[in-house]
């Protein structure tokens, strides 16, 4: 693989400054043994898999770093799963009910984190305590950080970042002591913002005083890569690209939607954990939108809501309702390949768009 390196390459100890988040062990441990830097995606895991799960990619990756993501948002109520639902809205119910009924969607038989898990301050204290009990380089803060957990993550070595959809968001990050910023934009997949990666990297370069920005979400080309480096981003980060790789080993009805989707196949809505999150659309992202909906309720609420459905869904491989996770970057997910394969056509296609560049002020 040709180098590509840049100053927190160099910081890190990686080859290549293409980050990765994935909810899988094989490609975060792939993604760091080709070279980058693999970030767990832990905010689905019950504490006490945190741990095991972050045990299982430091065996694969020996020495070699690699990083871990979870989410601290303010405001969630310490109310367990029975208790939540006791609240739900009946209108809302109702609607749900009626989605099961219009696509015979069965009650879920096994346990996921949408139907046995809740999102708390307690549950968060619990993920945050076995992370930092891990043997992990970077903790990274999905959404939300606080000044303490940032100062717990650096007495265990760990260096930490935050994804960031706001400029303003950048001194916040900085105030609290966060050292690498990742500054995601709208077209991300996942929980995202209204301010496009183009617009926001250069705005988050300017106020980062230094720190290094990685720049987030719509990316899938190396040509991508090439422009965020032009902006002052030291590194990328990519999340969706990974969906439709041979380690992740998403269910063949997701992988074929991936597969099949472009860039207006996307669309941001609360209907899934109830923050603005982008997806491929789908009869469920239609169906919480139709004139007859409720608007779908706030986190956590809409996760007690919906949760038995989103697991009966995938259990049951209800295609129309099957929906994932996606940036508009789901443009680039044209086939199954493994992911040292997409690092190095990655990493290809930005050394073209390099000499490109060069070439024209030689
Ligand atoms: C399936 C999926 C799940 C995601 N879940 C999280 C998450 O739990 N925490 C987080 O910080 N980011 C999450 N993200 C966002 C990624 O970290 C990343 O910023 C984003 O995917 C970048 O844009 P892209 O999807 O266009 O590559 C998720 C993204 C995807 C595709």
Redesign the pocket.
């Known amino acids: 693989m040709t180098s590509l390196k840049t100053p927190i390459c160099k910081r890190l100890g990686i080859e290549v400054p293409i980050f990765g ?3 899988s062990v094989a490609v975060t441990a792939a993604l760091t043994n080709a070279g980058g830097f693999g ?1 767990f ?4 895991e019950a504490p006490e898999e945190v741990a095991e799960s972050l045990a299982q990619v430091r065996e694969l990756v020996g020495d070699k770093p690699f990083g871990v ?3 601290l948002p303010k405001g969630m109520p310490s109310k367990s799963l029975d208790e939540l639902q006791a609240d739900l809205p009946e209108d809302h119910v109702a609607f749900v009910d009626g989605l099961k009924r219009k696509y015979k969607v069965p009650p879920a038989e096994n346990q996921g984190f949408f139907n046995s898990q809740v999102r708390s301050p307690e549950f968060f204290q619990g993920q945050l305590d076995a992370v930092l009990e891990a043997d992990v380089n970077m903790l ?4 939300g950080f606080t000044a303490d957990a940032v100062k717990r993550a650096n007495a265990k070595n760990m260096i930490t970042a935050a ?1 960031i959809g706001q400029p303003k968001h950048v001194q916040a990050a900085m105030d609290a002591g966060v050292e690498v910023i ?1 500054a ?2 709208g ?6 913002g209204e301010i496009s ?1 183009l617009t926001l990297v250069p705005q988050s370069v300017e106020m980062s005083g230094g720190r290094p920005v990685l720049a ?5 080309h190396g040509s991508q890569i090439a422009a965020s480096l032009a902006m002052g981003a030291e590194g990328v ?7 439709t790789t041979i380690e992740h080993q998403l269910e063949q009805g997701k992988i074929d939607k991936l597969l099949e989707s472009g860039s207006a196949d996307t669309v941001v809505t609360r209907a899934s954990s109830g923050k603005p ?3 491929i659309k789908s009869h469920w992202s239609q169906e919480w939108s139709a004139p007859n909906a409720p608007a779908p309720l706030k986190m956590p609420y809409q996760h007690a809501l919906v949760g038995d459905l989103i697991i009966s869904v995938e259990e049951n491989d209800i295609t129309p309702l099957l929906t ?7 443009a680039w997910c044209r086939e199954v390949s493994s992911v040292a394969d997409v690092v190095n056509e990655l990493v290809a296609e930005t050394q073209v768009a390099l000499k490109r560049l060069s070439d024209l002020t030689g």
């Open positions: 988040f994935s909810h970030v995606g832990a905010a689905r993501d979870i989410m990274a803060f999905g959404v994804l990742v995601q934009g077209e991300a997949g996942g929980h995202t990666t987030a979400g719509g990316i899938g980060w990519l999340g969706t690209k990974w969906l999150q982008r997806q994932e996770p996606a940036g508009q970057s789901v």
